[in-house]
């Protein structure tokens, strides 16, 4: 059963993710530590000073060798103003990717609690029950939280 915690920070991932200029998916993280403080927010979209044109948004050609991840750009942003993520509790609006699920167990992230695992493509199924196995493998705690839940 989620606490109130968990569904205001779901909340709160899912509010970042609508900053998402990705027509397709808006996927949101808050990056959260043992205090409940938050440390990091990302959402899907392209690095700094590349042009998000809607072009480039709508062609998945162009747009997946630019884009990224929520998580990515949650972890990437921390490590920009310099703060550790070591030992924070992640939290996404949709199950982690294995590119990012790299990323999150080597940013020290110990455990990942998403929501939305139920409105998932089904090309997506495969890398997302792979990346759970290598999160849990590493010893992170996983959880998937239903949307009635939140």
């Known amino acids: 059963m989620p606490t109130k915690w968990d569904v205001r920070f779901l909340d709160l991932a899912h509010h970042i993710s609508l900053w998402s200029k990705d027509p397709s998916t808006k996927v949101g993280c808050v990056v959260v530590g ?12 392209f ?11 709508e062609d998945r050609e ?3 060798p630019l884009i990224c ?3 990515e750009n949650a972890i990437m942003h921390a490590a920009r103003i310099g703060v550790s993520l070591k030992d924070c509790t992640a939290y996404v609006t949709w199950p982690p990717c294995t590119r990012c699920a790299r990323s999150l167990i080597q940013a020290g992230i110990v455990e990942v609690v998403y929501t939305g695992g139920d409105t998932i493509p089904e090309r997506w199924h495969e890398d997302f029950e792979r990346s759970t196995n290598m999160m849990r493998e590493a010893g992170l705690k996983v959880r998937n939280i239903k949307p009635d839940e939140a």
């Open 34 to 45: 043992a205090d409940r403080e938050i440390r990091s927010t990302g959402f899907n979209g």
């Open 47 to 57: 690095p700094r000073g590349i042009e998000d044109s809607l072009d480039r948004l």
């Open 62 to 64: 162009q747009k997946y």
């Open 69 to 71: 991840h929520a998580e």
